[in-house]
């Protein structure tokens, strides 16, 4: 284990500021690093646990490469032009961090990263919040994208992946699906300058449901349908085909 104590280490730009090389099943935690190249770089590992770590501005905040069923969670990244780069890196799961931009960079950059969970992150003033290509098995759940200059959530050549419960909000674009199939994408409120981009065939919708015990939507209603569309033009008047011809469940009929 790796505890900073709450201590920082800092640079001038250049460098890396934390590497592990060839260790596995080590805990880092409880440190800050600020202003180099690469915060923390880390190659090639399994089990790694970083948790409770800040890193601000660097020009990559955390890169990790064939790094595989590791976790990173509760860390702040601020003002890296790259918050977290993950490459060839398999079985990860990413909960509970919070990213800020400047306008520009990445918050998350997965490349050939296979079974990725992101949940509960922030992540926010960006260029592109989110960049994933290509993947199967990515679970990208309870996020909030915000202040996107171009894109909030771009899949590129993903396959066989969840997007459900998040909120994408005032980015430039939502969401672009490009070559991308067999995903699922529900229970999302979407408010963006333009909502979404999808060629593809992905499902957009979950099964009707209005009997989910302990349950309630992106928006707090009862029932389970599609998604929230802030640009929606139709009306909830129970006109839609049964079992949809409820005017006071909160799903779209026209």
Not at 79 to 104: E, M
Not at 177 to 197: A, E, G, R
């Amino acid at each position: 284990t790796i505890d900073g104590k709450g201590n920082s280490i800092t640079g001038d730009g250049t460098g890396n500021g934390l590497a592990l090389v060839n260790a596995s099943n080590v805990t880092v935690t409880n440190l800050t690093i600020s202003n180099f190249s690469t915060g923390f770089f880390a190659d090639p590992a399994i089990g790694l646990i970083i948790d409770s770590i800040n890193i601000t501005d660097s020009t990559v905040g955390l890169d990790l490469y064939q790094i595989n069923q590791s976790t990173v969670s509760n860390s702040n990244f601020e003002r890296n032009n790259l918050a977290l780069n993950i490459n060839d890196s398999h079985f990860n799961i990413f909960q509970k961090n919070t990213l800020t931009g400047n306008g520009s960079g990445k918050g998350i950059y997965l490349q050939n990263a296979n079974n990725a969970t992101i949940t509960n992150h922030t992540i926010n003033n960006f260029s592109v919040g989110v960049y994933a290509d290509p993947a199967v098995g990515i679970i990208f759940e309870n996020n909030t994208v915000a202040n996107s200059t171009n894109t909030g959530l771009v899949f590129d050549q993903i396959n066989l992946s969840s997007v459900k419960n998040n909120l994408f909000q005032q980015n430039a674009l939502g969401i672009n699906l490009t070559n991308s199939y067999f995903n699922t994408l529900t229970n999302n409120l979407f408010n963006d300058t333009l909502n979404v981009i999808d060629t593809k065939n992905n499902t957009w919708n979950a099964t009707y449901n209005c009997s989910i015990s302990n349950w309630t939507n992106i928006i707090g209603g009862s029932c389970q349908g599609g998604n929230f569309w802030s640009n929606y033009s139709g009306v909830d008047d129970g006109s839609g085909a049964i079992p949809h011809n409820n005017g006071t469940d909160g799903i779209g009929d026209t």
